[in-house]
């Protein structure tokens, strides 16, 4: 035997998982409320492989990895994730955690929708008050949830583009930075806020309602559409969110005592 395959064969599957890398699509709300800094330590000192994450909003993630440009894509808008599926993106979805949308907005509270909890009357207030509302823009999962209930509160906030009803198209961090500047609702995950340090004089207004639900799926991409994809690893990392131990890391990471996420993987 030559010494380059004995030294292979003596390698632990450790030392092997140590040499492979993933790329994860997800989105900004995970990434800026920390929790990749505090999670994918631990996956990593388990297993060895290292994960890179591309943090973008949800339907950018989508279309990344529907172009081969990920292994596993980890976001939140659940009807866009299983038509992913559904087209051969990925191989099978899987609930993940949760966590909820808030609306958050100045202490003078212009269009005076502070602790509201029906979301869909809160944006008609705010709507027909002109008072000012930031939003993403981006087809996020966020966005996307805020054009629903846009739409069930039925007001076309379109109707007010550039003038009540300002786009950022950017991230969640940078449109919470801008909203604030410009006095402007927004609406986050909660995750984001507890974590986002320019909070200003900016408080929850809005919280509590059942339609404010933010679902979070992981789905490992397909390798008969993506050959490129590390297989193994992707699912060893899927496998490994959706266990016993993933989902009690999800459960341990918390910002000034509050928990930020709550995993509901299926047992």
């Given at each position: 035997?030559k010494?380059?395959?004995?030294?292979?064969?003596?390698l632990t599957?450790?030392?092997l998982?140590a040499q492979?890398s993933?790329?994860?699509?997800s989105?900004?709300?995970?990434a800026n409320?920390?929790?990749?800094?505090y999670?994918?330590p631990i996956f990593?000192?388990e297993?060895?492989?290292?994960?890179?994450?591309?943090a973008v909003?949800?339907g950018?993630?989508i279309?990344n990895?529907?172009?081969?440009?990920g292994d596993?894509?980890l976001?939140?808008?659940?009807?866009?994730?299983e038509k992913?599926v559904?087209?051969g993106g990925?191989?099978?979805?899987?609930?993940?955690m949760?966590?909820?949308f808030?609306?958050?907005?100045p202490?003078?509270?212009?269009a005076?929708?502070g602790g509201?909890?029906?979301?869909?009357a809160?944006l008609?207030t705010?709507?027909?008050s002109?008072a000012?509302?930031a939003?993403r823009?981006?087809d996020?999962?966020t966005?996307?949830?805020?054009?629903a209930?846009?739409?069930?509160?039925?007001?076309d906030?379109?109707a007010?583009s550039g003038?009540?009803?300002?786009?950022?198209?950017s991230?969640?961090?940078a449109?919470?930075?801008?909203?604030?500047?410009?006095?402007a609702?927004?609406?986050?995950?909660?995750a984001t806020w507890?974590n986002?340090?320019n909070?200003?004089?900016?408080?929850?207004?809005?919280?509590?309602?059942?339609d404010?639900?933010?679902q979070?799926g992981?789905?490992p991409?397909?390798?008969?559409?993506?050959?490129?994809?590390?297989?193994?690893?992707?699912q060893s990392f899927a496998d490994?969110l959706i266990s016993?131990?993933?989902q009690?890391a999800?459960?341990?990471y918390?910002?000034d005592?509050?928990?930020?996420?709550?995993?509901?993987?299926?047992?």
């Amino acid at each position: 035997m030559k010494l380059g395959a004995l030294t292979l064969a003596l390698l632990t599957p450790f030392a092997l998982h140590a040499q492979e890398s993933i790329i994860v699509q997800s989105t900004t709300s995970t990434a800026n409320s920390g929790l990749y800094d505090y999670l994918l330590p631990i996956f990593t000192e388990e297993t060895g492989i290292t994960v890179n994450v591309v943090a973008v909003g949800t339907g950018q993630a989508i279309k990344n990895a529907a172009n081969c440009d990920g292994d596993v894509l980890l976001v939140h808008a659940k009807p866009a994730e299983e038509k992913f599926v559904a087209e051969g993106g990925g191989t099978l979805r899987t609930d993940l955690m949760y966590n909820d949308f808030v609306i958050v907005g100045p202490a003078g509270d212009p269009a005076g929708v502070g602790g509201m909890t029906d979301v869909e009357a809160a944006l008609k207030t705010i709507s027909e008050s002109g008072a000012i509302f930031a939003s993403r823009g981006d087809d996020s999962g966020t966005h996307k949830k805020e054009v629903a209930l846009w739409n069930a509160a039925g007001v076309d906030p379109k109707a007010g583009s550039g003038e009540w009803y300002r786009e950022t198209g950017s991230g969640m961090g940078a449109t919470l930075n801008a909203g604030i500047g410009m006095g402007a609702y927004v609406m986050t995950d909660r995750a984001t806020w507890i974590n986002f340090g320019n909070k200003q004089d900016y408080t929850i207004a809005v919280q509590g309602d059942a339609d404010m639900f933010n679902q979070y799926g992981v789905i490992p991409v397909n390798p008969a559409k993506c050959p490129n994809v590390n297989v193994d690893a992707a699912q060893s990392f899927a496998d490994w969110l959706i266990s016993a131990k993933g989902q009690e890391a999800i459960a341990g990471y918390r910002v000034d005592g509050q928990q930020l996420f709550f995993p509901n993987a299926p047992k």
